[in-house]
Nanobody, 123 residues
Framework: QVQLLESGGRLVQPGDSLKLACVAS????????LDWFRQAPGKPREFVAG???????HYSDSVKGRFTIARDNAKNSVSLEMDNLNSGDTAVYYC?????????????????WGRGTQVTVSS
């Protein structure tokens, strides 16, 4: 059974940085495509960033230049480094995985989901 477990979410102030992590178990990690999504209160879940099994990356326009996704196959983990956070980044952040190894901006393409970690940006 594949499990994705996110960590690192907390309350931060505008302008702060925060790093989220997602650890996978139950499947060969280096074959997974991995994506981060987020869902703000009252809004649909949206794509944030993704990384394929070969390391290709893609970001939503709203986070490009501020967020960095990276994978560590030795640790079965994917991280999301978030800089210059603002209130619009407040959301539950979800890690998702695609068994075929590509990244995707679409929820329907994801095979696995974590339960999410809350990020709140507020002064």
């Amino acid at each position: 059974q594949v499990q994705l477990l996110e960590s690192g979410g907390r309350l931060v102030q505008p302008g702060d940085s925060l790093k989220l992590a997602c650890v996978a178990s139950g499947t060969p990690f280096n074959g997974l495509g991995l994506d981060w999504f987020r869902q703000a209160p009252g809004k649909p879940r949206e794509f944030v960033a993704g990384i394929s099994k070969i390391g290709s990356t893609h970001y939503s326009d709203s986070v490009k230049g501020r967020f960095t996704i990276a994978r560590d196959n030795a640790k079965n983990s994917v991280s999301l480094e978030m800089d210059n956070l603002n209130s619009g980044d407040t959301a539950v952040y979800y890690c998702a995985g695609i068994a075929a190894g590509y990244l995707s901006t679409h929820e329907k393409d994801q095979d696995y989901w974590g339960r999410g970690t809350q990020v709140t940006v507020s002064s």
